[in-house]
């Protein structure tokens, strides 16, 4: 196997942020529906206070929590975002007698009061809303002094709620945005000749899909992972073209490994044209390509890739094998494997995509 071509960033059922999840803070407004819920309780019906607990601090808060390998004040490369927004209403809780006596004394004492917290927490991934939550929290009169501590017990319930609901998982991710569900839906072979599937995972990624592994008893380091993702181009593309620059990809991939390991790259065979997936329903022609690398001490490591096209995916297959073995295991696999036909998000994106490449379209 060339260094690199293993499985990579993928995600099995995580509960909470992991620690490859960087997230970028935001402070917004609350939605019309609980600034009314606030403003009903408030005082002398003035405007709740906005932003009652300080945006710096609920951002502080979070970087003390090492939940996330990145926290940002409004970031640009973070994929997950999360929007906070709150307002405080003050809420007189004196008693009558208290009344009575601050009106009789003309008393310069303020009466005992709460502070009722509004918070809106909301999670998006890449500007897509996956999640929204109101939080509301009671704090004494000596609130402004506490802040600190009240947006930790704000965030501590959010952080909570989203391990319980695995907010952060690859699968919620998937059905919140409407991609493909790999997991229910697509069809594997649970053995190609003498391998066994050993792990499906979904990337961190709808746009990159599943990878699932196979392995040999006899043969730790012969793997072959079968890859299914989304063509994120319109469809009346050229797929010939499409599954060609996937390779061409896979070939300069390759060629970095091996120069930074001191590897020579051989190519075995060049991109060409496959039949190996005549007998796949729904399948277009496919695409393979065979590369080798070898030091002058080391036995060669092979890297022997497979593209073909069935529904809007590509089903990729990933050999650690010559083709001369793979051959085979390919022609086997491809009658099995049924991809889930055009997801919603896939749909709706190659509709923007379609109409931005239109004349006078941006």
């Not at 909470?16 to 917004?28: H, M």
């Not at 043969?219 to 996937?246: C, F, G, M």
Request: hydrophobic share 40%; aromatic share 8%; with cysteine.
């Amino acid at each position: 196997m060339l260094p690199g071509s293993s499985v990579g960033a993928v995600a099995s059922v995580s509960a909470g942020p992991t620690p490859e999840t960087a997230i970028a803070v935001y402070s917004t407004y609350l939605s019309e529906d609980v600034s009314k819920a606030c403003a009903a309780l408030q005082e002398h019906k003035s405007p709740c206070e906005e932003d009652a607990i300080q945006p710096d601090t609920f951002l502080s808060v979070l970087m003390q929590e090492e939940q996330f390998s990145q926290v940002v004040a409004s970031g640009t490369e973070q994929d997950y975002e999360l929007l906070i927004a709150n307002q405080a209403a003050v809420v007189d809780t004196s008693a009558w007698w208290q009344r009575s006596v601050k009106f009789i004394t003309a008393s310069t004492t303020p009466l005992p009061t709460e502070f009722h917290l509004f918070t809106e927490v909301t999670l998006q991934w890449r500007g897509v809303e996956i999640d929204s939550q109101l939080i509301r929290t009671v704090a004494d009169s000596e609130f402004r002094q506490h802040q600190q501590h009240h947006a930790q017990q704000i965030l501590e319930l959010w952080l909570d709620t989203a391990e319980q609901r695995h907010l952060f998982s690859a699968e919620y991710l998937y059905r919140s945005v409407k991609a493909s569900d790999y997991l229910t839906q697509m069809r594997l072979p649970d053995h190609i000749e003498n391998f066994t599937q050993s792990d499906t995972q979904l990337y961190r990624d709808p746009f990159k899909g599943v990878i699932s592994r196979y392995v040999h008893p006899a043969y730790e380091n012969a793997l072959l992972d079968i890859s299914v993702s989304p063509i994120v181009a319109p469809l009346t593309q050229d797929t010939h073209k499409v599954l060609w620059e996937s390779l061409e990809k896979e070939h300069r991939d390759a060629e970095l490994i091996a120069r930074a390991r001191g590897l020579e790259l051989k190519v075995d065979s060049p991109i060409q044209p496959t039949a190996l997936n005549m007998n796949c329903a729904g399948c277009d022609v496919g695409f393979m390509l065979a590369l080798s690398a070898q030091s002058a001490d080391e036995e060669p490591l092979y890297a022997t890739t497979y593209v073909f096209r069935q529904h809007d995916k590509i089903i990729k297959l990933s050999a650690t094998f010559p083709a001369t073995v793979a051959d085979a295991l390919v022609a086997e696999a491809m009658p099995q494997i049924h991809v889930p036909t055009e997801s919603p998000l896939m749909s709706g994106l190659r509709k923007l995509l379609e109409k931005q490449s239109l004349p006078g379209e941006s």
